[in-house]
């Protein structure tokens, strides 16, 4: 069993910058799939191995996935914000990657409970 918990979320003006953060815990496996969702909308996902980032494009070259496997954490670094990123974002894992579905929340396992975004413009 896997336990996820998003932090990071709040009020942003349009073109300014949030970190999402999602603390892992539960299982000592540090190679899940990891991925980042805006309500069931696919934003980015990190598999180890192979290591593979995938992002949606509407985030591409905006939104970067990160994960620090000592301390159990994967980020999600927003800049360039804008209002139709608002939405609620959610941490998700999976035992194994595949990258035709990475990006498809009905593919996750694990769910945190997620963090709120709002971008006023």
């Known amino acids: 069993q896997v336990q996820l918990v998003e932090s990071g979320g709040g009020l942003v003006q349009a073109g300014g910058s949030l970190r999402l953060s999602c603390a892992v815990s539960?299982?000592?496996?540090?190679?899940?799939?990891m991925g980042w969702f805006r309500q069931a909308e696919g934003i980015a996902a990190n598999g180890r191995f192979p290591?593979?980032?995938f992002y949606a494009d509407s985030v591409k070259g905006r939104f970067t996935i990160s994960r620090d496997n000592i301390k159990n954490m994967v980020y999600l670094q927003m800049n360039s914000l804008k209002p139709e990123d608002t939405g609620m974002y959610f941490c998700?894992?999976?035992?194994?990657?595949?990258?035709?579905?990475?990006?498809?929340?009905?593919?996750?396992?694990?769910w945190g409970q997620g963090t709120q975004v709002t971008v006023s413009s």
């Open positions: 998700a894992a999976r035992p194994v990657c595949s990258v035709g579905d990475i990006l498809t929340a009905a593919r996750y396992t694990y």
């Open positions: 539960g299982d000592s496996n540090t190679n899940y799939c």
């Open positions: 290591e593979n980032i």
